[in-house]
C-alpha cells in the first residue's frame, strides 16, 4: 500500500524563480493538505483542496497556490520566491474533506526547497 | 501569544525515565489535540490522539487532555534511546484536519 509520495524530494531556486511541487496521496484517500515547516518550527498549514477545490486556506500569500487533480493527486505552486520561502513542504492526506474526522493525518516526507 | 506552545527543550531524559512533555493551546474552540513524532529530516508521524479531557494510553504513551486549562501533554514510560526525537504537538478546531503546530519539543534519550 503505497503511502503518500512527494517530488522532487529536494531543491534549489534563486529568488524570483517559480517552483511546482507534486504529492500523490496514500492509496483511498481524497483529500490533500500542504504544510510549510522552516528550521527548527512546526508546521504551518498552507492548505488543503477536497474535490478539486480549496477548501481551507491558512496565512499565506497569493503567491502560494495549488490544484488538485481528478486523481487526487495534487500540485503547489509558488511564484516570485523568497528567501524565506525556504523550508520543508510536506504534502499530508486524509479521507472525507475533513466532513468526517479520521483522526489521522497521513504526511509525506517532503520537499525541501532551498532559495539563493 | 503563539496559538500553540510547548518548550523547545532539548528535554533530556536517561533511558528506562519517563519523558514528560508539556503544550498548551490558546483557542479555546479546539477539539482535538494530537502528539507526532518527527526524527531528524523526516516527516511527522502521528503518536496518538485525545478528544476528551482525561487520560489516554497507548502502550508505552499517555496523552493527557485538560481543556479547562488548555493543556495537553504526553508522557512516554521506559524511555528508549529509539525516542530521541522532537515531539510535536497539534489542534483541531473542528473537524477539517487543518492542525494548528506548536514548535515541537526535542527529546533527548540517553542510554
Known amino acids: 500500500d503505497a503511502g503518500v509520495t512527494q517530488s522532487p524530494t529536494h531543491l534549489i531556486k534563486t529568488r524570483g524563480q517559480q517552483v511546482t511541487l507534486r504529492c500523490s496521496p496514500k492509496?483511498?484517500?481524497?483529500?490533500v493538505s500542504w504544510y510549510q515547516q522552516a528550521l527548527g518550527q512546526g508546521p504551518q498549514f498552507i492548505f488543503q483542496?477536497?474535490?478539486?477545490?480549496?477548501?481551507q486556506r491558512g496565512n499565506f500569500p497569493d503567491r502560494f497556490s495549488g490544484h488538485q487533480f481528478p486523481n487526487y493527486s495534487s500540485e503547489l505552486n509558488v511564484n516570485a520566491l523568497l528567501l524565506g520561502d525556504s523550508a520543508l513542504y510536506l504534502c499530508?492526506?486524509?479521507?472525507?474533506?475533513?466532513?468526517?474526522?479520521?483522526?489521522?493525518?497521513?504526511f509525506g516526507e517532503g520537499s525541501r526547497l532551498t532559495v539563493l | 501569544q503563539k496559538e500553540v506552545e510547548q518548550n523547545s527543550g532539548p528535554l533530556s531524559v536517561p533511558e528506562g525515565a519517563i519523558a514528560s512533555l508539556n503544550c498548551t493551546y490558546s483557542?479555546?474552540?479546539?477539539?482535538?489535540f494530537f502528539w507526532y513524532r518527527q526524527y531528524s529530516g523526516k516527516s511527522p508521524e502521528l503518536i496518538m490522539f485525545?478528544?476528551?479531557?482525561g487520560d489516554k494510553e497507548d502502550g508505552r504513551f499517555t496523552a493527557q487532555l485538560n481543556k479547562a486549562s488548555q493543556y495537553v501533554s504526553l508522557l512516554i514510560r521506559d524511555s528508549q534511546p529509539s525516542d530521541s526525537a522532537t515531539y510535536l504537538c497539534?489542534?483541531?478546531?473542528?473537524?477539517?484536519?487543518?492542525?494548528?503546530f506548536g514548535g515541537g519539543t526535542r527529546v533527548l534519550v540517553k542510554p
Open positions: 499530508a492526506s486524509s479521507l472525507g474533506g475533513g466532513f468526517v474526522d479520521t483522526g489521522e493525518l497521513f
Open positions: 483542496y477536497y474535490e478539486e477545490e480549496e477548501r
Open positions: 497539534a489542534v483541531e478546531r473542528a473537524a477539517g484536519n487543518k492542525l494548528t
Open positions: 492509496s483511498g484517500h481524497d483529500t
Open positions: 485525545i478528544y476528551s479531557n
Open positions: 483557542d479555546r474552540g479546539s477539539q482535538s
